[in-house]
């Protein structure tokens, strides 16, 4: 047990001091790479395309963070595979080796979890804002002669009660002021219907696209989507319900089950706290109960952040 401990410690701090390294020189890194890539001549420069997953990840850090630079996609791989390998080292010392990988591989996991469960509360809070924000947007369409940008603009500073529309506005409008192209264009828009993904922010992207490539008046097609949202408001509170049940379940029963089990193993068995901790941690058969235990809660604690409030659509 405590050559276990003093394993877990010395992974951890090693784990740590490169973490450290890494957000100090994370930088000077980058820079050095780009600088050591060869030359090229003018013909020759184009923008190499990134991977799928790359544009994923970076889009998902856009939404979250409000950030989609290098340095945080690199930080973001670097922490899933720094919690692999832990893991896997911690790990393999009492079970196999396939099921070392499947755990570590499954704990490596966790900040794309975490990403996507951030993403999935900002839709939730996002859509429910629509209301607060196609009104405030619509006002300052008309009110500033249907420029678009200065409507972006002024519904950004107005919309305080909507702060992930705010924010979500926001980033849009930056990447607005600097695009070169449609395909640019299209990726901001993009960006921004992804960051919510209800049919309503679909339609609103849709108008606010054709605007600034075509200068079209879109008044009426705001009043159509403020229509739409009214009406699904009105229909919303009439089947509103809450149901607690699961919450209940996963934040109480299933921690309290654990401990049950261990005052029950105490009174019954007479097994001490300590030989019950042994038992799940230093033993094949114990361990590997003890995995999927942590596999399962954190499964139902994302599935019931998941389903527990839906979005808000038309």
Sequence with gaps: MMNTLINLIKITLYSMIIVGLWLIYTDYILYFLKVIKPKKTFREIKEEPSSNLYKHIKRLMLIVYGKDNDKKVSSFYLISVLLFFLTFLIVIQRTS??????????????????????????????????????????????????????????????????????????????????????????????????????????????????????????????????????????????????????VTIVKFITPGLYIISMIVAKSVFNISFKQFFEYQINTPTGFNYFMIIIIMSILNSSILILLKKQKFDI
Excluded: H
């Design 97 to 246: 080796i396939i099921r070392s990988f499947i755990f570590a591989g499954f704990i490596s996991f966790i900040p794309y979890i975490f990403l996507r469960l951030q993403l999935k509360q900002i839709r939730i809070e996002g859509s429910y804002e629509a209301d607060i924000f196609v009104n405030e947007f619509l006002n300052q369409y008309k009110l500033n002669n249907k420029n678009i940008y200065d409507a972006i603009d002024e519904t950004i500073d107005k919309i305080k009660n909507a702060p992930i529309m705010k924010r979500q506005m926001f980033i849009m409008a930056l990447k607005l002021k600097e695009y070169r192209n449609v395909e640019e264009l299209e990726e901001i828009i993009k960006d921004f219907v992804y960051a919510i993904n209800t049919e309503w922010i679909v339609l609103l992207a849709n108008n606010i696209y054709i605007s600034i490539t075509d200068n079209i008046n879109i008044t009426i097609g705001l009043e159509d989507i403020q229509k739409e949202i009214k009406q699904a408001i009105t229909d919303k509170e009439r089947e509103k319900r809450i149901n607690l049940e699961s």
